[in-house]
């Protein structure tokens, strides 16, 4: 499957965006995951949603203020970004990885499909 990102854009401190992530194909065989990756950082686990959107996770900086859905009529995940701060400025990647199952998974090494990734900067 190949995955496009999107939404991505300059920001206020406080404002929101959503990035949109879709796929080729038949995304509901697909877990989804976002991940991040400032300059000079490791990317990190941002939030993830099984195959149907019943279980999501995320990570510890993000919980609270993202929120991570999808539709599968469009082969398109959403992450909504709220209440941004200049820490969450990174580029912003879609991966996807094959399920037959509910779970979710928040390591990079369990996803083997990677979109191109959209720039996300938010301004003090």
């Known amino acids: 499957v190949q995955l496009q990102a999107s939404g991505g854009g300059l920001v206020q401190s406080g404002g929101s965006l959503r990035l949109s992530c879709t796929a080729s194909?038949?995304?509901?065989?697909?877990?989804i995951g976002w991940f991040r990756q400032a300059p000079g950082n490791e990317r990190e686990f941002v939030a993830t949603?099984?195959?149907?959107?019943?279980?999501?996770d995320y990570g510890a900086s993000v919980k609270g203020r993202f929120t991570i859905s999808r539709d599968n009529a469009k082969n398109t995940v959403y992450l909504q970004m709220n209440s941004l701060e200049p820490d969450d400025t990174a580029v912003y990647y879609c991966a996807a990885r094959s399920s037959v199952t509910g779970a979710t998974y928040s390591a990079r090494y369990e996803y083997n499909n990677w979109g191109q990734g959209t720039l996300v900067t938010v301004s003090s």
């Open positions: 949603i099984s195959r149907a959107g019943r279980r999501k």
């Open positions: 194909s038949r995304a509901s065989g697909y877990v």
